[in-house]
């Protein structure tokens, strides 16, 4: 038998055409995939979690945090912020606030970090001067009138004290949240009901495109369960870095708060000479 006459056979000819056309296929002659989109990696991530029943629309939670906020007046809460300023990610800082509408803010440092430090503001009062001080026994005494804005007032802050509060919260986040729907930039995953001290609490992730301008790439987000108030907020980078942090807990709203409580006169703060 001549061998190569049988290699050639007609019928093993077409059976290697075949086998070349399924290699180029399933390889060669593929056309490249294009690049997943982080909203695109959520998404699906999104599909391979456990769908939660009666989901809450997270922006409407956010409308009704705005309606509960204007019909208070006042409230007292302990605050936590965690920042990273500068490139440097700065301590925890435990803080005792009272605020009252439209903008005078008083706080106290509890914590290990600055613990006894003071500052006051009102807006339209003490010439628009951010009041503070440190904390100590000589150091306290010593209070410093500073521009809000400057930056000696901003040195350990991302943002001025004329943007303290929840209320400041509540709307940019709604304001950020609903800009990025409406371009079809947002990603929202609930991740379920959680216990916080003060009750029961929403919690979502949110995922925005990156270069888009948004303030962060990856927010997670615990809506009160009966305000709607933003109780826990930490938003991160595109390498997944800490940004900044804020929780607010022991709130008492409309607690009757009176010019007394901005007044650095008051017997109980420790403001002292300028």
Same mark, same amino acid.
């Given at each position: 038998?001549?061998?190569?006459?049988?290699?050639?056979?007609?019928?093993?000819?077409?059976?290697? @055409?075949?086998?070349?056309?399924?290699?180029?296929?399933?390889g060669?002659? #593929?056309?490249?995939? /294009?690049?997943?989109?982080?909203?695109?990696?959520?998404?699906?991530?999104?599909? $391979?979690?456990?769908?939660?029943?009666? =989901?809450?629309?997270? !922006?409407e939670?956010?409308r009704?945090?705005?309606?509960?906020? =204007?019909?208070?007046?006042?409230? #007292?809460?302990?605050?936590?912020?965690?920042?990273r300023?500068? %490139?440097?990610?700065?301590?925890?800082?435990?803080?005792?606030? +009272?605020?009252? +509408?439209?903008?005078?803010v008083?706080?106290?440092?509890? %914590?290990?970090?600055?613990?006894?430090?003071?500052v006051?503001?009102?807006?339209?009062?003490?010439?628009?001067?951010? *009041?503070a001080?440190?904390g100590?026994?000589?150091?306290?005494?010593?209070?410093?009138?500073?521009?809000?804005?400057?930056?000696?007032?901003?040195?350990?802050?991302?943002?001025?004290?004329?943007?303290?509060?929840?209320?400041?919260?509540?709307?940019? *986040?709604?304001d950020?949240?609903?800009?990025?729907?409406?371009?079809?930039?947002?990603?929202?995953?609930? @991740?379920?009901?959680?216990?916080?001290?003060?009750?029961?609490?929403?919690k979502?992730?949110r995922?925005?495109?990156? %270069?888009?301008?948004?303030?962060? /790439? $990856?927010?997670?987000?615990?809506?009160?369960? =009966?305000?709607?108030?933003?109780?826990?907020?930490?938003?991160?980078?595109?390498?997944?870095?800490? !940004?900044? /942090?804020?929780?607010?807990?022991?709130?008492? #709203?409309? #607690?009757?708060?009176?010019?007394?409580?901005?007044?650095?006169?008051?017997?109980?703060? $420790?403001?002292?000479?300028?």
């Open positions: 038998m001549n061998l190569c006459k049988s290699f050639f056979y007609p019928s093993t000819l077409v059976f290697l @055409l075949f086998l070349c056309l399924g290699v180029i296929s399933m060669g002659c #593929t056309a490249p995939r /294009r690049p997943i989109s982080p909203v695109e990696e959520m998404q699906a991530e999104a599909a $391979r979690r456990p769908v939660h029943s009666n =989901e809450p629309d997270f !922006l939670l956010l009704e945090a705005m309606r509960n906020y =204007e019909n208070i007046n006042d409230y #007292t809460t302990n605050f936590t912020k965690r920042q300023v500068r %490139g440097r990610l700065l301590p925890d800082e435990e803080i005792f606030m +009272k605020f009252r +509408k439209p903008h005078a008083y706080m106290k440092w509890r %914590g290990k970090v600055d613990r006894g430090q003071e006051l503001y009102v807006k339209g009062r003490y010439d628009d001067k951010l *009041l001080h440190k100590g026994l000589i150091l306290s005494r010593i209070t410093a009138a500073l521009d809000p804005n400057g930056k000696r007032a901003l040195k350990k802050n991302l943002r001025p004290v004329t943007c303290a509060g929840i209320g400041f919260l509540i709307h940019s *986040l709604y950020v949240s609903s800009r990025a729907k409406e371009n079809g930039d947002m990603r929202i995953e609930y @991740l379920g009901p959680v216990d916080l001290p003060d009750g029961m609490a929403h979502f992730e995922l925005l495109e990156e %270069g888009k301008g948004y303030p962060c /790439r $990856r927010a997670v987000i615990c809506l009160d369960g =009966e305000t709607g108030f933003p109780v826990l907020y930490e938003a991160y980078d595109s390498a997944d870095n800490l !940004l900044e /942090r804020y929780g607010y807990n022991d709130m008492k #709203t409309d #607690t009757g708060l009176v010019d007394d409580d901005f007044d650095k006169d008051n017997k109980e703060y $420790r403001f002292g000479l300028f």
